[in-house]
């Protein structure tokens, strides 16, 4: 015989008692079960800001692991800031809110509704948001010094 003390380690879908022998259960605790819309819409946490249409800097790219997020640490070190107080997404990202400054490492087709052409790794370019500045991609920058040297230089005269 199974032993139901921890039957739960096991299954952990829900289940629906089918007979009548519902009043055995207590049927105050099963809940409700979730609806298609509701297993169907992904939970994103949403970088904390006052005004969440609006950032001072934003960081786009295409991967984060933990040797790009080490190496992303160490270049906002450079320029005096922290992770916590710039707004990182993972792309592809709808361009769905505002911005003082967005460093984008990777491509730049991972962000949906930027209306900018011609643009080159390593220049601040101004569009219609704000200030604009494309780099390779972090696990690029992790492989090449001369790639660093470039973001370097750029990001001095961005800040």
């Known amino acids: 015989m199974i032993d139901d003390h921890h039957l739960h380690l096991l299954i952990d879908e829900e289940l629906f008692v089918l007979n009548e022998k519902l009043e055995e259960t207590n049927a105050e605790n099963l809940g409700s079960p979730m609806t298609p819309e509701e297993r169907s819409t992904p939970v994103i946490e949403k970088p904390k ?30 320029i005096n800031l922290t992770l916590e107080q710039v707004a990182v ?8 809110f505002s911005f003082e400054r967005l460093l984008c490492f990777g491509p730049i087709t991972q962000i949906n509704g ?18 604009l500045l494309l780099s390779t991609s972090l696990l690029k920058l992790q492989e ?4 660093k040297i470039a973001l370097w230089s750029a990001l001095k005269k961005w800040v």
């Not at 969440?52 to 160490?74: A, C, G, I, Q, R």
């Not at 997404?89 to 709808?94: A, I, L, R, T, Y």
């Not at 101004?126 to 200030?131: A, L, P, R, T, V």
């Open 144 to 147: 090449s010094k001369d790639e």
């Open 89 to 96: 997404f993972q792309g592809p990202v709808k361009l769905e």
């Open 49 to 78: 800001s006052p005004n969440p249409t609006h950032y001072d800097f934003v960081v786009v790219t295409d991967s984060l692991t933990n040797n790009d997020e080490e190496l992303l640490k160490k270049i906002l070190k450079a």
């Open 114 to 131: 930027l209306n900018a052409t011609a643009i080159s790794n390593y220049q601040i370019d101004e569009i219609e948001n704000g200030q």
